[in-house]
């Protein structure tokens, strides 16, 4: 691995850092009264890395920023739901990719439904009851809307990059 590629890759886990840390500010429960919703700010970050460096490059920042986060705010359990749903939400995002009728929009969106599968899985998991499931058709909901939040400035960023040669 190259010096620039790895520092562009410590650059972006401090950034989806950041973004995690910043979007437990948010009260968004407040609004939304349904355990597990996020904005998914640090999923901003994985879809940029899928777009610009690679699959392996994407799929490590994502797993440092979910350990540090882990790490960080001393919450094991939440290791759990951001892992599981990160990694199918990058796992979903690589395939969407893939098909070429699809924008980093639909990217993004279905990203944002493999993230909330996993948090289901995991809280499926670690619950022993498959109930949490009834929550799924209201987080894919909340999910396609944070999704088209997250591609928005994904696809902003992607612009601008390009722009710049």
């Given amino acids: 691995m190259k010096t620039k590629q790895l520092t562009t ?38 879809l940029f890395a899928l777009y610009r460096l690679s699959l392996p490059a994407a799929a490590l920042i994502l797993t440092a920023r979910c350990l540090m986060g882990a790490l960080f705010s001393g919450n094991v359990t939440a290791l759990a739901f951001s892992l599981t749903g990160g990694l199918l939400s990058m796992l979903a995002m690589a395939a969407a990719k893939r098909c070429p009728h699809l924008s980093v929009w639909g990217v993004s969106v279905l990203g944002a439904a493999g993230h909330n599968l996993g948090q289901i899985l995991a809280a499926s998991l670690l619950m022993h009851s498959p109930g949490v499931a009834g929550y799924l058709p209201y987080l894919l909901l909340i999910g396609t809307v944070c999704g088209c939040a997250t591609a928005a400035v994904a696809a902003g960023v992607l612009r601008g990059l390009r722009k710049q040669g």
């Avoid at 890759?9 to 850092?17: G, I």
């Avoid at 950041?18 to 597990?36: A, D, M, N, T, Y």
């Fill in 9 to 46: 890759m410590a650059l972006l886990t401090a950034l989806a850092l950041v973004l995690s840390r910043v979007e437990r500010l948010i009260p968004l429960e407040l609004i939304i009264p349904l355990p597990g919703v996020k904005l998914g700010l640090a999923n901003t970050v994985t």
